[in-house]
């Protein structure tokens, strides 16, 4: 049974660096194919893409936030970090982590999300 | 960048209407779309993967169909389970369309 949990701090101030952990059990980050990625949601708003981590250590990151994102894993502790620098109110959002099976090729990953985290609310705000 | 186009941002159906969704790529995608389902207060979960595949336990009234540029979601029979919001992804940059929200009528 897979299944994911993602934690960190609920409020960050603004200009301050986010650090999320997502700690997963029911699969190996060492197996091949295997991948965790983030996404997050503003209240009300879609989904947007931020991160992902295949199993050989290829990081993928969202072209937009690119400068302010960090990926890594810990393969021993089943963890993946993501880390976002100089966070700002419009950051305000459910973070979510998720596994995937797939690879990267180019600018494309083939990555369909299967399964998911319950998500983490994080409020930016001074 | 491949820009993604989902419609209609919204859409009210009644249970046992067959409802559709659609969403349109910017440049060819082959068949490299999925389908989420999001419930209020949920995670997303994933229903069709590589535009028309059916995700294990996901029940066949969901389906998915397209490629190139124009992909397709359909419930062929609504529950009222259903009610939720409905995105699509691509793969390149792994950007989500912008949300379907289903509502009963």
């Known amino acids: 049974q897979i299944t994911l949990k993602e934690s960190g701090p609920t409020l960050v101030k603004p200009t301050q660096t986010l650090t999320l952990t997502c700690t997963f059990s029911?699969?190996?980050?060492?197996?091949?194919?295997?991948?965790v990625g983030w996404i997050r949601q503003p209240p009300g708003k879609a989904l947007e893409w931020l991160a992902l981590i295949y199993w050989d250590d290829d990081k993928r990151y969202s072209p937009s936030l690119k400068s302010r994102l960090t990926i890594t894993k810990d393969t021993s502790k089943n963890q993946v970090v993501l880390t976002m620098t100089n966070m700002d109110p419009v950051d305000t959002a459910t973070y979510y982590c998720a596994h995937t099976i797939g690879y990267c090729s180019g600018g494309s990953c083939y990555a369909p999300f299967d399964y998911w985290g319950q998500g983490t609310l994080v409020t930016v705000s001074s | 960048d491949i820009q993604m186009t989902q419609s209609p941002s919204s859409l009210s159906a009644s249970v046992g209407d067959r409802v559709t969704i659609t969403c349109q790529a910017s440049?060819?995608?082959?068949?490299?779309l999925n389908w989420y389902q999001q419930k209020p207060g949920k995670a997303p979960k994933l229903l069709i993967y590589?535009?028309?595949n059916l995700e294990t336990g996901v029940p066949s009234r969901f389906s998915g169909s397209g490629s190139g540029t124009d992909f397709t979601f359909t419930i062929s029979s609504l529950q009222p389970e259903d009610i939720a919001t409905y995105y699509c992804?691509?793969?390149?940059?792994?950007?989500f369309g912008q949300g379907t929200k289903l509502e009963i009528k």
């Open positions: 992804q691509q793969y390149d940059n792994l950007t």
């Open positions: 440049q060819d995608i082959s068949n490299y």
């Open positions: 590589d535009a028309s």
């Open positions: 029911g699969f190996s980050l060492s197996t091949s194919g295997v991948g």
